[in-house]
């Protein structure tokens, strides 16, 4: 690692087009390092992954994806490896590629590593008032990429009164490649984005990921974002409520069993009167799997009127599972209302004697109380398509964790 | 059809059931009474398979099969239905999809296709309207938020939808209000068959006015004391367990 900040990161990004943004994230990120265990914001985070993957960039190998006929109906962007492979500009004619220059600057490693080395991935802003119908979908698959990290920058902005839903789904095999993407949205007034992300990584995948979303008056955010597989996987979100009467609900649902572990931030900063936030988050751990929830939510001096929730429920199906929650709440103003909870349990285990009386055999009856606990998270999603892509994904899981455990 | 031969049952380090016999026949109606405590639950838990309930002694046959090899949920696919004395609620699991759940369960178990998504609306509907559950109630969490008599009139939907060849019923009649108690004893009597045996388990002679059983036990200290005809349920209204004790 001690070189990879000395030579090996010059040269690659010497291999990537040249751009304004890369020179000014790279010297921010030479100045900051990775981030490691003694670092407060990773400390539950498995970062060895990252530490084998960093020195060698994914190359451009012409793969031909594999999606199923379900996947493709409404598909929008494909990378595989980080390299765009096809994007359907059709559904995409009230759209604008936006000018990567306009990127703003972050202060997380891995989002400046993406700013530095990743590729653009999409890069859109979506016109005034235009509301694009059905979900837009981007594939993230990761394939024969071999020990690699992929990064990848991503810029969204809706313009006045745009409306998006937008479904992220990221997979991949068992390579020990690490995805690191960055999304920056900008949402002006009064737009309105539901974002879906699947994180559903390889066996043996570290995923980082970071959103940052910045929010202008009276625009929504309605995010969602599930982890049910890889090795180490963060999902950072950061979250600016920078306009009056904005609305952000910041939603996860992390799975983890043997083998697995889920790191889930989320930092919502009110820094303007009268905007609301509400997060609601479900952890279910299996066998020996390990999740994190760190929600931290800031309240600016004059950001009276604030409302901001935070939930985090917990499940443990196994006494070897482990979770931790960390609510942090930095309030500096007066006149505001702001809830944080967090509880850890186990399987109800009358409700689960209940069904088995019924004649429900013990694997239904425990994913049956796994889904009814867990759809709690993704309670939000309304697109029918988006919650079946949801239960399947949760359906699988529970199937691997009675294999694998 | 159901044949209970000195059972003895504990819930840890305490014995509850001390030897308890009792023979049902096809087509029989038995109702049990005791007072508070003596095990009437757990002889039904232990029948349905509850796995805190050891038994330490004894055997129970069903249909000619040893029951005590068996889990909970092949117990139930064999045709043995638990009207619960509490029936437990599961918020994030709709009653529609519990049941269900339940019924496909038991068919496959029992090698038997799927009941089609419609045939299966058509047959909740009707069942639930038997017993007076407002079809909207279907479509709420298991048992959450429900009153007390909505609860017990679920456990009868859930019955009349399994159609089990023996429903040991624990107060099913307790927390009814008498124009439910009627509704919830017409549907024990339309699961009154040939092929069908009732084990009621009650404190009040009331419900005996409407589902009349074949025999009456007393159950006491863990065991059955004393068995008889309709009357005895009568005597003991009047009397107490006094003289059980
Ligand atoms: N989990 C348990 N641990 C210890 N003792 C228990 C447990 N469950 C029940 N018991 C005891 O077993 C005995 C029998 O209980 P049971 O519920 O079978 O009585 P019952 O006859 O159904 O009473 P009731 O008429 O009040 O419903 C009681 O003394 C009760 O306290
Ligand atoms: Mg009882």
Redesign the pocket.
Known sequence: MDNYFDTVINDQIASLPSDPARVGALTALKKLGFPTKRDENWRYMDLSGVKQAAPYLARNTVITPELSSSDAEGINAIFINGYGFDINKNALKDVALASSTNIHSEDNAFALASQALGHDGVCLKITKDTELKGPMHLHHQCKDAGECAIHLRHQITLNKGASLTLVEHFSGDEDAYWDNQLMQITLEDGATLKHVRLIVEGANATHTSKCAIRLADNSTYEGFTLICGGKAVRSTSHIQMLGTGAHADIDGLSLAYSGQMADSFVQVEHLVPGATSDQIHRNVLAGRGKAAFQGRIIVARDAQKTNADQSCKSLLLDRSAEVNTKPELEIFADDVKCSHGATVGELDEKALYYMLARGIDPVTAKALLVEAFASGAFARVEAESVRSAISESLQNWLNAETKYG | MLEIKNLHVS??D?Q?LKGLNLHIRPGEVHAIM????????????TIAGHP?YEVTEGSIHYQGEDLLTRESHERAAAGIFLGF?YPVEIPGVSNLNFLRTALNSQRRIRGEDDMSAAEFMKLVRLKADDLGLKPEMLKRFVNVGFSGGEKKRNEMVQMAVLNPTLAVL??TDSGLDIDALRVVSDGINAQRRDDTAILL?T?YQRLLDYVQPDVVHV?AG?RIVKSGDKTLAAELEDKGYAAYG
Not at chain 2, 34 to 45: F, I, Y
Request: proline share 4%; no cysteine.
């Open positions: 819930i840890g305490t509850i005791g007072p508070n405590g003596t095990g009437k639950s757990t002889l039904a838990s805190n004395q624990d107060e388990i404190h159950m863990g």
